[in-house]
């Protein structure tokens, strides 16, 4: 149990290999997957999971390297939703994934090396998936990122060696949160647009040169550590 509800942390033995996790277990709501960055107990054989609509939080390494794990639905319907670092990382038969609403955070490396990856990024120089940017092949010292994106994952720039080339970054008035913007290297300049709420935990950080960010009015929160 957690403090909003119940956290999923694995299955029994006999599980079916199709799961549809029920939305109540014995009253209560269940609102998390995974707990403590542990994978989740006895998932390897699961070939298809539904995670019902009061779940916010998919927790880190939740699925990871679950080979047999070709589809995943998500029905969420509440404010947030947040996937954690290498959730469905090395689930290599992974083709599929639906999701109910647009991210609130997705961490480093959720999807890598997985199908359904390599499927939505085919002729794409940015790809952003479920108001995620997810990957990105090529950038300019002036990135402006488009809108509709509601969160970025670090990770990208980091696998492809992109991070330093950036000097100025413009984030669009559709972002839930500033966040994971750390270590780039060469970042002069960051530009938060009209509509943005919240500056979060670690939201712009490691970025030696940074002289000028822009924070507009809109924003209604700032964590200590942003």
Same mark, same amino acid.
């Given at each position: 149990?957690? +403090?909003? @509800? %119940?956290?999923? /942390?694995?299955?029994?033995?006999?599980?079916?290999?199709?799961?549809?996790?029920?939305?109540?277990?014995?009253?209560?709501?269940?609102?998390?997957?995974?707990?403590?960055?542990?994978?989740?107990?006895?998932? !390897?054989?699961?070939?298809?999971?539904?995670?019902?609509? @009061?779940?916010?939080?998919?927790?880190?390494?939740?699925? $990871?390297?679950?080979?047999?794990?070709?589809?995943?639905?998500?029905?969420?319907?509440?404010?947030?939703?947040? %996937?954690?670092?290498?959730?469905?990382?090395?689930?290599?038969?992974?083709?599929?994934?639906?999701?109910?609403?647009?991210?609130?955070?997705? @961490?480093?490396?959720?999807?890598?090396?997985?199908?359904?990856?390599?499927?939505?990024?085919?002729?794409? +120089?940015?790809?952003? =998936?479920?108001?995620?940017?997810?990957?990105?092949?090529?950038?300019?010292? +002036?990135?402006?990122?488009?809108?509709?994106?509601?969160?970025?994952?670090?990770?990208?720039?980091?696998?492809?060696?992109?991070?330093?080339?950036?000097?100025?970054?413009?984030?669009?008035?559709?972002?839930? !949160?500033?966040?994971?913007?750390?270590?780039?290297?060469?970042?002069?300049?960051?530009?938060?647009?009209?509509?943005?709420?919240?500056?979060?935990?670690?939201?712009?950080?490691?970025?030696?040169?940074? $002289?000028?960010? /822009? %924070?507009?009015?809109?924003?209604?929160?700032?964590? =200590?550590?942003?």
């Amino acid at each position: 149990f957690g +403090d909003s @509800g %119940i956290y999923l /942390v694995g299955f029994t033995e006999d599980a079916p290999r199709n799961i549809v996790v029920p939305e109540m277990i014995n009253g209560h709501p269940v609102t998390r997957i995974g707990d403590a960055g542990i994978p989740l107990v006895n998932a !390897q054989n699961i070939e298809s999971i539904v995670i019902p609509k @009061g779940v916010w939080d998919i927790g880190p390494y939740a699925f $990871e390297n679950c080979v047999s794990l070709k589809s995943v639905t998500v029905l969420n319907d509440t404010e947030t939703l947040v %996937i954690g670092f290498k959730a469905f990382s090395g689930c290599t038969s992974l083709e599929k994934i639906i999701i109910n609403s647009n991210l609130h955070y997705l @961490g480093d490396s959720v999807f890598e090396g997985t199908p359904w990856l390599e499927k939505v990024s085919v002729d794409k +120089d940015i790809v952003v =998936q479920y108001g995620a940017l997810i990957d990105i092949k090529t950038v300019c010292a +002036d990135l402006v990122l488009p809108e509709g994106m509601t969160c970025l994952s670090y990770g990208p720039f980091v696998l492809r060696n992109l991070a330093d080339s950036i000097e100025r970054l413009e984030l669009p008035s559709t972002f839930h !949160q500033v966040s994971d913007i750390r270590g780039f290297d060469n970042l002069t300049t960051v530009v938060i647009k009209e509509g943005v709420k919240e500056m979060g935990y670690d939201g712009i950080s490691f970025c030696p040169k940074l $002289e000028r960010i /822009v %924070i507009p009015a809109s924003i209604e929160y700032v964590s =200590q550590k942003a």
